[in-house]
């Protein structure tokens, strides 16, 4: 037991005390669990578009899963009493007491607090969100199809990024917003394939609107995307995020 209690002190000390090398590096920071299997494919496409011929080319990455985060989209619409932020401020700290130089939120929806986050902490913030509507705007796109979690309709995220960049935008009816909620919540983040009929359901709506591309506004749907070859008519959140998250720390991408 004695054991135990010091081998946990040692641990606690060596985790609050980041480690020091000869060559100061950008470290990406990812803000992650929301949820895990996202958080785990933004991860494995930072290795799959680095540049890198031994393990010292690739980049240098510390990861929060909290995945007990309060549910984002609960929260926004009143459906909960559980503030996400308190979690994701405190996890964004530690990640840059552990050396992060450069943060990345693995999450559309928890974008809304992006404002409060970023002034929380001492070090750059990506918006995901922002970035993929400037990108949207630079491949071409007039009118932005938002496919994203109630939640993020609901603040209005994508919306917004939109109108800044100046460009026009539309979301699902309620019906085939309800799919696109299925298919995130009981599909994806429960292990299992899309449900690629709700899923071309909420497409065809947004064509019909007049939508010339749309945003895979949820990193769920980032995994339906790599799963079911989806094609050029849909712009990939986690994709932009991880290409920029390169960029921010000196990596040119390769692949995309």
């Known amino acids: 037991m004695a054991y135990n209690r010091k081998y946990i002190a040692c641990i606690k000390e060596e985790c609050a005390t980041p480690q020091t090398t000869q060559e100061a590096r950008p470290v990406l920071g990812i803000l992650g669990g929301l949820g895990p299997a996202a958080s785990c494919y933004l ?3 930072l290795i799959d578009h680095t540049p890198a011929e031994r ?3 690739h980049l240098d990455v510390v990861i929060s899963s909290r995945a007990s985060t309060p549910d984002r989209t609960a929260y926004i619409l009143g459906q909960s009493d559980e503030d996400p932020f308190a979690v994701m401020e405190q996890d964004g700290k530690n990640l840059v007491r552990y050396g992060a130089t450069v943060l990345a939120i693995a999450c559309n929806t ?3 607090f992006y404002d409060r ?3 929380a902490l ?3 913030v990506l918006n995901m969100p922002r970035l993929t509507v400037q990108d949207a705007k630079a ?3 007039t009118k932005l199809g938002i496919l994203a979690t109630d939640g993020t309709l609901a603040a209005e995220t994508y919306q917004l990024a939109c109108a800044q960049q100046g460009i026009a935008c539309a979301f699902p009816s309620a019906e085939h917003q309800t799919d696109v909620m299925s298919v995130i919540y009981d599909d994806i983040k429960q292990g299992r394939r899309a ?3 709700k899923f071309g359901a909420a497409v065809h709506d947004l064509k019909k609107q007049g939508c010339n591309m749309a945003v895979l506004g949820c990193t769920e749907l980032s995994l339906a995307k790599r799963d079911e070859h989806l094609g050029s008519f849909f712009i990939d959140s986690t994709e932009v995020l991880c290409r920029h998250a390169l960029l921010a720390c000196g990596i040119t991408p390769i692949g995309f």
């Open 43 to 45: 991860y494995q496409m």
């Open 55 to 57: 393990d010292q080319d």
């Open 110 to 112: 928890a974008h809304y």
């Open 117 to 119: 986050l970023s002034e």
């Open 122 to 124: 001492p070090v750059p």
């Open 139 to 141: 491949a071409g796109c």
């Open 195 to 197: 449900d690629m009929v």
